[in-house]
Nanobody
Framework: QVQLVESGGGLVQPGESLRLSCAAS????????MGWYRQTPVKGRVLVAS???????NYADSVKGRFTIARDNAKNTVYLQMNSLKPEDTAVYYC??????????????WGQGTQVTVSS
């Protein structure tokens, strides 16, 4: 079985920073793409940032220049550094990873979600 465990959410004021972490564990042969999504009642779940095993990254326009995604392949961990946070960044943030569990099977896995609230 595979598990993704997130940490690092919380309550901050506008302009402050947070760093999210997501560690994958279990029956993992390799991990392809890893990413962060966020969900609100109004917009649903949307992609924030993603990174493939080679290191190429992709960001939503709303976070470009403020958020940075990175991964540590040796630790099966992905990070999201969030700077200059805005109230509109408030959401539940979910980690996602495409994990090869056998030589012929790759599945998407999700973390449990972590709340990020930006408010003065």
């Amino acid at each position: 079985q595979v598990q993704l465990v997130e940490s690092g959410g919380g309550l901050v004021q506008p302009g402050e920073s947070l760093r999210l972490s997501c560690a994958a564990s279990g029956s993992i042969l390799s991990i392809n793409a890893m990413g962060w999504y966020r969900q609100t009642p109004v917009k649903g779940r949307v992609l924030v940032a993603s990174i493939i095993s080679g290191g190429s990254t992709n960001y939503a326009d709303s976070v470009k220049g403020r958020f940075t995604i990175a991964r540590d392949n040796a630790k099966n961990t992905v990070y999201l550094q969030m700077n200059s946070l805005k109230p509109e960044d408030t959401a539940v943030y979910y980690c996602n990873a495409e994990i090869r569990t056998t030589s012929w099977s790759t599945y998407p896995f999700w973390g449990q979600g972590t709340q990020v609230t930006v408010s003065s």
